[in-house]
């Protein structure tokens, strides 16, 4: 099985990293193409995989391909690699806003297609990410895929009408975490914590916050409830959340994003 990028900038190298480390596919089984030679160096030397410019050759190279650019170049790369995609090989797609029929179309012909969006924590290991596709892919393709992703994310396989929900509640929200972590550092900085000690500290309670969510089954709500002892600091800290909108503005940050995925 060989495996090809189209694009490895964030999200497809963070692709490769998590397919690597989990010792999956080899190097020597892995070719990406890229606008940027630099970046190409760099995954070369990072990773040891194969590397083109040319993303014809990618494209003949694999028999997995994923279009991993951003979703105004799609419409360029498909025209570019079209006549050289075969009928056998599967192609994902992880740009937002690109459907399973606008592909095809642009295309111009039937493919085995698989619409997917991972996010960025597939570099550690723990991405998550969505899947659909279309009826030319065998259940067997399905697994296929799901199988080299699950060396870097858990997968869920759903109704395409859900995909733009999955950009906004797992492709985009680790942007969302990422400053909710680093508000609370600041709030230990200001405390008195040095700030490499504060990270670490409020890194990890998101974390293990998140694996009691997986791993307990239970409400977050209930879980909430836990911490929240009466006349305790806990309760008095959600207090100040649900006053100043907490939960408004995530759900507004949310549908925001979700409105931005559906115009692509």
Not at 54 to 77: C, G, W
Not at 150 to 160: N, W
Request: aromatic share 4%; charged share 25%.
């Amino acid at each position: 099985m060989k495996a090809g990028f189209i694009g490895c900038g964030n999200m497809g190298g963070a692709m490769i990293k998590g397919i690597l480390s989990s010792g999956m596919l080899k190097s020597e089984d892995i070719m990406a193409s890229d606008r940027s030679a630099e970046l190409l160096k760099k995954r070369a030397a990072d990773h040891g995989i194969k590397t083109s410019e040319d993303n014809k050759e990618t494209a003949r190279f694999a028999d997995i391909l994923v279009l991993s650019v951003k979703p105004q170049f799609y419409e360029a790369v498909i025209e570019d690699i079209k006549d050289a995609v075969r009928d056998d090989q599967i192609i994902v797609t992880i740009a937002p806003g690109k459907t399973l029929s606008w592909v095809t179309e642009k295309f111009g012909k039937d493919i085995k297609l698989i619409r997917m969006m991972p996010n960025t924590p597939a570099m550690v290991g723990e991405g998550m990410i969505g899947m659909c596709h279309n009826d030319k892919v065998s259940e067997e393709d399905v697994e296929t895929v799901r199988n080299i992703c699950k060396s870097f994310a858990k997968t869920e396989v759903i109704p395409e009408n859900l995909m733009d929900v999955v950009t906004a509640v797992s492709g985009s929200s680790p942007a969302y975490v990422f400053m909710f972590i680093e508000a609370m550092a600041d709030a230990a900085v200001a405390g008195g914590m040095p700030r490499d000690k504060a990270y670490v500290f409020a890194a990890q309670a998101v974390l293990g916050s998140a694996k009691m969510v997986l791993e307990t089954g239970k409400h977050p709500g209930e879980l909430k409830d836990m911490v929240c002892s009466p006349v305790g600091t806990t309760i008095q800290a959600v207090r100040v959340l649900e006053e100043k909108g907490f939960r408004s503005a995530v759900i507004e940050c949310m549908e925001k994003c979700l409105e931005v995925s559906r115009s692509l």
